[in-house]
C-alpha cells in the first residue's frame, strides 16, 4: 500500500513540475516572440543596413587599398547606425564566430553569454532569432541574431538592454 501512495505521490510532483516547466516556456517564448517582433519593427533600418551591406563587403582574400577603404567605410557606416544607448553591443561575422568584427564594442571589462536555445524566438524564415542574455556585470539583455545567406559576414548580433527594451515595447 505504502508503495502504491509512493507511486501516486512522484507521479503528481512529476505532472506538477512538467506544467510548471510547459507554463514557463510558453511565458518566456511569448515574452521573446513580442520583443523579437518589435525589436524588428523598431529598429527595420538598421537591421536591413546591415544586411545589405553584409552583401556588398569585400571577399576577406581581397587585400587591395579599395577592398579596405570599403570594408572601413562599411563598418563606420554600421558602427554610426548602432551608436544607441539600448544597444549594449553588436557584432557581425563570416559564420558566427570566424572574422569577428565589432559594431559596437562592449564596456571596458564586460562581455556577455545567452541562455539556453529553449528560450528564445525565431521568424518564419528562422534567420532571425532572439535570446535572453547577460552581461558579465549582471546586466539583463535581449541578444538578437540574424543570419545573411548571401552575405560575406553571414552572422550578426546585436545585444540590447533588455530593460529599455521591454519599456519602449510596451508603449
Not at 60 to 75: K, L
Not at 94 to 110: E, I, N, T, V
Not at 132 to 155: C, H, M, Q
Request: no cysteine; glycine share 6%.
Amino acid at each position: 500500500m505504502n508503495m502504491k501512495r509512493f507511486l501516486l505521490g512522484s507521479a503528481v510532483l512529476l505532472s506538477v513540475f512538467i506544467s510548471v516547466l510547459v507554463v514557463t516556456v510558453q511565458r518566456n517564448k511569448a515574452e521573446l516572440d513580442a520583443n523579437r517582433k518589435y525589436i524588428e519593427t523598431a529598429y527595420a533600418a538598421e537591421i536591413a543596413l546591415i544586411e545589405e551591406r553584409a552583401k556588398e563587403l569585400p571577399d576577406p582574400d581581397d587585400r587591395s587599398d579599395a577592398a579596405f577603404e570599403q570594408r572601413e567605410m562599411i563598418t563606420n557606416e554600421l558602427q554610426t547606425a548602432l551608436d544607441k544607448s539600448e544597444v549594449f553591443s553588436a557584432s557581425w561575422s563570416l559564420d558566427g564566430h570566424h572574422g569577428a568584427k565589432s559594431l559596437k564594442p562592449m564596456g571596458s571589462g564586460d562581455g556577455f553569454t545567452t541562455y539556453s536555445s529553449l528560450f528564445s524566438s525565431h521568424d518564419a524564415t528562422r534567420r532571425h532569432h532572439l535570446y535572453f542574455g547577460k552581461t558579465f556585470k549582471d546586466r539583463a539583455l535581449f541578444v538578437y541574431e540574424g543570419w545573411v545567406p548571401t552575405g560575406i559576414n553571414k552572422s550578426y548580433r546585436i545585444a540590447f538592454d533588455r530593460d529599455t527594451i521591454q519599456s519602449a515595447a510596451q508603449h
